[in-house]
């Protein structure tokens, strides 16, 4: 007997009966058509039964599988260490805000001069140590632009270290914000689209077209006033 949902298939089948009773015949029914369970397609391990045809097949699948995974753990590597030395300079500087023991108008004087002296440094060490002295290690910067940096400059953290010392922390706390945003504007000029019109971005790609112009990464200030500003 047919379902109006299901279409039922019947056959028919032979029942043996028991001594002495002829065989008697049935008819059973069952559905033409079973619906189909898609299951997603298996990312890793590879599915064995499609590296069966050749053992080349199979070894191809798994490189290209595990080409996939390096990038990935590439691409966190770089974000920890480039974004978390970001997070950590911020989270420094709020830190030495909330515990500074000036009053609010000599700590906001003290953190803009710390966010103008890092600015000046920043200049002069681009300009005179990077480009006059280790020329070689950041020459390869300028021939890979678009490679992750994933160098912590230990020097950078040990001159923070005797500003504390030297200075206080609302001071550091200015110089540690200028460099967050400092290493935040050089990520997004080598990592966003190279036509981006925002100014600070198309100042920086300049420099590594132009080797002696356009020093500056964090502001444009310093260029101005030392006449290497690209006209």
Known sequence: MAHRDISLRCRTWSLSGHTGHRASRA?????????????????????????????????RLIFRKAIVYVRCIWWLMTALIYFGEMLVASLIAIVLLAISPFRVSSGAALFAAG??????????????????????????????????????????????????????????????????????VHHCAHHRHEHSRLPLLKHHRSHHKFATRNYGVSTTLWDHVFGTMLR
């Not at 059973?28 to 045809?53: D, G």
């Not at 000046?120 to 060490?125: C, F, G, M, N, R």
Request: aromatic share 14%; glycine share 6%; net charge positive.
């Open 115 to 184: 966010v103008i002296t890092w600015t000046l440094a920043e200049y002069v060490v681009h300009r005179f140590v990077l480009h006059g002295f280790v020329t070689t290690k950041h020459g390869l910067h300028h021939a890979n632009p678009d490679e992750a940096v994933l160098n912590i400059f230990w020097q950078i953290w040990a001159c923070f270290a005797l500003i504390f010392l030297i200075a206080g922390g609302a001071f550091l706390a200015g110089a540690l914000v200028a460099y967050a945003w400092y290493l935040f």
């Open 27 to 59: 008819k059973v029914c069952e559905p033409s058509k079973v619906a189909k369970v898609e299951r997603p397609p298996r990312l890793w391990p590879p599915n064995p039964l499609k590296c069966r045809q050749t053992g080349l097949a199979c070894l």
